[in-house]
Nanobody, 115 residues
Framework: QVHLVESGGGLVQPGGSLRLSCTASGLNFRLFPMDWYRQAPGKQRELVASISSGGTTNYTDSVKGRFTISRDNVWNRLYLQMNNLKPEDAAVYYC?????????WGQGTQVTASS
């Protein structure tokens, strides 16, 4: 069974930084594209960043230049480095993988940027 566990969320002041981590198990991690999603209260879950098995990355426009997605295929970990955080980045952030036609999600980690 695929299992994803996120960590690294928290409260920072606007302009601050956080690094999210997601540890994956139950799959051959290096073979699969991975994503970070987020969901703010009252809003739909949205795709923030993706990384292919080969390391190609994509970002939603609102985070380009501020967030960086990366992966470590030795330790089966996915990362999201978030710099210059804004209040509108506040949300629960989820790690995601699509494996054998099923979507798997972590439990989520809360990110808040507030003074």
């Amino acid at each position: 069974q695929v299992h994803l566990v996120e960590s690294g969320g928290g409260l920072v002041q606007p302009g601050g930084s956080l690094r999210l981590s997601c540890t994956a198990s139950g799959l051959n991690f290096r073979l699969f594209p991975m994503d970070w999603y987020r969901q703010a209260p009252g809003k739909q879950r949205e795709l923030v960043a993706s990384i292919s098995s080969g390391g190609t990355t994509n970002y939603t426009d609102s985070v380009k230049g501020r967030f960086t997605i990366s992966r470590d295929n030795v330790w089966n970990r996915l990362y999201l480095q978030m710099n210059n955080l804004k209040p509108e980045d506040a949300a629960v952030y989820y790690c995601h993988v699509r494996y054998r036609t099923r979507d798997f999600w972590g439990q989520g980690t809360q990110v808040t940027a507030s003074s």
